[in-house]
């Protein structure tokens, strides 16, 4: 009933918007080339012409697409009918507050995994303003789906200190039950989806979610709008998921928003190893989408672009957009590389010196007199206060009980999970001295 419904639906609007073109396309292409005419309509190229120049296109003569900026390095904005208006000076200073908080946070949680305390982080340096900038410009309705180095986009949605924590202590608190890697977030509220490893999985996964959303929409026009914001590295491009899932969503005309952080680096492998063609944003115009290239140290840049996406993501019952947000990845990747192995720390220390979405922010503050040194420092010790009050809180409190290691596959344990459950049994009451029992939540109990 439900799946007949949905098909009417998706029929009923495949009607109303793109297919009522492209059938129309289609009847007239089977009318043959017309006697005479200048265009050709082949059926995979319905609006080009005729010519007898030969020439190829060459990626290489054209223009590099430009980068959308609203504020300069010295927090100045370049064109003031950009002046920030739609948001106040407090909204501002959250977002400003947040980006600090992740950047802290970053600090304290590598050094922690360099002492042991933690086995594995990743740090988001440089590219706070792409994911508090961006996140700024969504609603709570919006879904969203990210990679890994989007502390931003959670913090900016009201994840909290202790749900950070917990999950990076891997503690019973953790909503995935201590079954990831530190860093794959994930909460049902604010509607993020967890974090995987295996890179671009998310994105087609985000189409997907788009056109459910689209498929939501028709049948409930009451419902409010929404659309899918989907975050990846440039290096996850390169990734079949990547290219499936931006041609899908421009043939099904998706409500999405795609988030591409070019950050120069897949690990060890710069962006001139990664491809020719000019960035990610050129496959977006390649798949038919609407593309803008911003420059991610600017957050406001970042704010006004994914606000002027989602816009276009919702029109005409919905579309695809790509953002490809530029910035530099300042960091090491995680904790388990030394970049300074394949790249000169001078090139790092220059970019760390050249630009920053923090410090550009935080010149624009100062320059309308929301900020100066006093407010800087004392944010600065707060913030690392309830950092590790969590920190210190998170790192104490148990790990999820011994079951969790079987729940949440089905509904209720298999046999097989049942006589596997036993096994394990068994074998620590054999061996209770050879694991820490009790710093699970309820001991061997708890199994
Ligand atoms: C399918 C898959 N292949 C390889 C990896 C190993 N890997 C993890 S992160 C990464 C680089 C990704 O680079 P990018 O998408 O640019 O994100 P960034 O780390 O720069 O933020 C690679 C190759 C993986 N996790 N999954
Ligand atoms: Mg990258």
């Known amino acids: 009933m439900a799946s007949s419904l949905a098909g009417r639906c998706i029929a009923r609007s495949a009607r109303r918007h793109s297919s009522v073109k492209v059938s129309n396309v289609r009847w007239s292409s089977s009318i043959s080339q017309r006697p005479g005419s200048d265009h050709v309509r082949f059926p995979g190229a319905v609006n080009n012409k005729f010519t007898s120049d030969m020439s190829f296109s060459r990626p290489s003569t054209l223009p590099a697409m430009a980068t959308y900026r609203v504020m300069d390095s010295d927090g100045v904005i370049v064109d003031k009918a950009h002046e920030p208006t739609d948001v106040s000076n407090e909204e501002i200073l959250t977002w400003y507050k947040n980006m600090l908080t992740v950047n802290i946070m970053d600090i304290i949680m590598f050094e922690a995994q360099r002492q042991g305390r933690l086995s594995f982080y990743m740090v988001s340096a440089g590219e706070e303003g792409i994911a508090v900038g961006?996140?700024?410009?969504?609603?709570?309705?919006?879904?969203?789906?990210?990679?890994?180095?989007?502390?931003?986009?959670?913090?900016?949605?009201?994840?909290?200190?202790?749900?950070?924590?917990?999950?990076?202590?891997?503690?019973?608190?953790?909503?995935?039950?201590?079954?990831?890697?530190?860093?794959?977030?994930?909460?049902?509220?604010?509607?993020?989806?967890?974090?995987?490893?295996?890179?671009?999985?998310?994105?087609?996964?985000?189409?997907?979610?788009?056109?459910?959303?689209?498929?939501?929409?028709l049948q409930n026009p009451n419902h409010p709008s929404r659309v899918v914001a989907c975050y990846f590295g440039e290096g996850a491009a390169s990734e079949g998921d990547f290219h499936a899932a931006l041609n899908m969503a421009a043939t099904r005309s998706c409500p999405i928003v795609f988030v591409c952080r070019n950050n120069g680096f897949a690990i060890s492998t710069p962006t001139l190893e990664q491809y020719r063609g000019d960035g990610i944003a050129s496959r977006g115009v390649g798949y038919g989408i609407d593309t803008i290239r911003v420059d991610g140290n600017d957050i406001f840049a970042m704010r006004e672009a994914t606000k002027e996406a989602r816009?276009?993501?919702?029109?005409?019952?919905?579309?695809?957009?790509?953002?490809?947000?530029?910035?530099?990845?300042?960091?090491?990747?995680?904790?388990?590389?030394?970049?300074?192995?394949?790249?000169?720390?001078?090139?790092?220390?220059?970019?760390?010196?050249?630009?920053?979405?923090?410090?550009?922010?935080?010149?624009?503050?100062?320059?309308?007199?929301?900020?100066?040194?006093?407010?800087?420092?004392?944010?600065?010790?707060?913030?690392?206060?309830?950092?590790?009050?969590?920190?210190?809180?998170?790192?104490?409190?148990?790990?999820?009980?011994?079951?969790?290691?079987?729940?949440?596959?089905?509904?209720?344990?298999?046999?097989?999970?049942?006589?596997?459950?036993?096994?394990?049994?068994?074998?620590?009451?054999?061996?209770?001295?050879?694991?820490?029992?009790?710093?699970?939540?309820?001991?061997?109990?708890?199994?």
């Open 134 to 217: 961006s996140a700024s410009a969504l609603t709570e309705h919006d879904v969203i789906y990210c990679q890994y180095r989007e502390a931003g986009v959670f913090q900016q949605r009201g994840f909290t200190l202790k749900q950070f924590m917990s999950q990076l202590f891997s503690n019973k608190n953790d909503s995935g039950h201590g079954r990831n890697m530190p860093v794959h977030y994930g909460l049902q509220h604010p509607r993020i989806f967890t974090i995987s490893s295996p890179l671009a999985t998310q994105i087609p996964q985000a189409t997907g979610s788009a056109y459910a959303l689209k498929v939501q929409a």
């Open 311 to 447: 816009r276009m993501a919702l029109k005409d019952g919905g579309r695809p957009v790509l953002i490809e947000a530029m910035s530099y990845r300042v960091s090491h990747h995680s904790t388990s590389d030394d970049s300074f192995a394949y790249r000169a720390r001078v090139e790092v220390e220059d970019w760390k010196r050249r630009d920053n979405p923090i410090i550009r922010l935080r010149k624009w503050l100062e320059n309308k007199g929301l900020w100066n040194e006093e407010l800087e420092q004392q944010t600065r010790k707060d913030l690392r206060a309830d950092i590790l009050k969590e920190f210190n809180a998170a790192e104490r409190e148990k790990k999820p009980a011994l079951k969790e290691m079987f729940t949440d596959v089905y509904e209720t344990l298999t046999e097989e999970q049942e006589a596997q459950r036993e096994e394990l049994r068994k074998h620590l009451q054999k061996y209770p001295e050879e694991y820490n029992l009790n710093s699970h939540d309820g001991g061997i109990k708890g199994l």
